[in-house]
């Protein structure tokens, strides 16, 4: 596997990686699950999914949504709108602003793939579950067409959000290990790290080697299920490994494995394991379908998808466990198992209101920076 391909793989599915870095880093998670950002969030979520639904009502009349790449197109649009708003509302500057305070590169990253991108693939997510339950998008459009386009949008007005918000941290002088973007995971990729390439090699053999032996076993309706489950399982639990192999230390990966409780191994391997796992194979099962019009009846179809999401996986669980490395490497940090306490929480997320504001002293900024919390 060279690193040419590993580029092409994250093209393929560059921005589902901003949510997996919001919620598996501990100090993105901590900073964007406050009391008071999760109140902001959820009204910044239902706006955009009524006018969503204004649009899907006046789209309906105005045109068919029939067609599938019509209607990928106008979630597209919607969500880049969307990504935008929520954006400046997390930034909290003016829309005159944004351009000079964050430059071209960066708005156009939430327009194009926060926005436009993701938007689709969550479109096209949401579209193959329909499908896999009986809901045919093709056969009855109007209301898959209306999920579609809600949804999504929700989605990414929760995320645009949120980097929104730890961008105006990082703007008030918080500092920031990782920023929710890819850019470290390019700069990954150009050391071209060995053990990265055997963990993204291990994933596509593996789950493509699955593939043929569940084709060759199980064959009509029930293939995409029994594909879908086996690939899921297998990506996720090499994501799994991957994670803790990107941790880099010294010590052997099956120490660091016995180290850590099995609550925590299954909470990983749940979620982002299976989890994304699933919806990566979801998105491609819907591009298939809706984007190049094939049934899921081909095993190169089948075959295609399961070496997608196998290197998807690994590759972005390793990175994830190559940033969890350097933050838990910072000074100040706060063991896991009080931050799962609410009282604790409780705590914390008083102390910080405390201290953001135009300034943050030294010892805040310590604490900040490297305080860790898993889950939301």
Known sequence: MSLPCLTLLIRVDDTMLH???????????????????????????????????????????????????????????????????????????????????????????????????????????????????GYDYARHPDGPAMMALIIPSTAVARDAFEIGYVRWLEACG????????????????????????????????????????????????L?????????????????????????????????????????????????????????YYLVLVGTCLYVLKQPMSSMALFVGVAGLVGGIMPLYCFYLGHRREIENRQPGGVPSALLRCPFVMGILGKSREAIVGSALSESAAVFEKNSQRVSS
Do not use: N
Not at 75 to 98: D, H, I, W
Not at 184 to 199: G, K
Not at 274 to 279: E, Q
């Open 174 to 221: 918080r500092p920031l290990v990782t920023f929710p973007d890819g850019m470290a995971l390019r700069s990954l990729l150009q050391r071209f790290d060995r053990a990265l390439l055997t963990w993204v090699t291990a994933g596509v053999v593996g789950c493509t080697a699955l593939s043929v032996l569940t084709a060759a076993v199980v064959s009509g309706d």
């Open 223 to 279: 293939a995409v299920f029994a594909q879908g489950g086996i690939v899921t399982m297998a990506a996720g639990s090499i994501g799994l490994l991957a994670f803790f192999a990107g941790h880099g230390d010294r010590s052997p990966l099956m120490s660091r494995l016995a180290a850590t409780s099995r609550g925590e191994l299954m909470k990983f391997w749940w979620w982002p394991g299976l989890a994304f796992a699933s919806t």
């Open 19 to 133: 949510r997996l870095a919001l919620r598996v880093l501990p100090s993105l998670t901590l900073a964007v699950t406050e009391d008071s950002v999760r109140k902001r969030k959820r009204l910044v979520m239902f706006v955009p999914g009524l006018v969503a639904f204004a649009v899907y009502r006046a789209a309906k009349q105005g045109f068919s949504l029939a067609d599938p790449l019509t209607l990928l197109l106008l979630c597209g649009l919607v969500s880049m709108a969307t990504a935008l708003c929520a954006y400046r509302v997390g930034r909290a500057v003016p829309f005159m602003q944004l351009l000079p305070s964050d430059g071209l590169q960066r708005i156009g990253w939430i327009l194009a793939w926060v926005g436009f991108v993701y938007g689709i693939q969550l479109s096209l997510l949401v579209l193959a579950l329909l499908w896999l339950v």
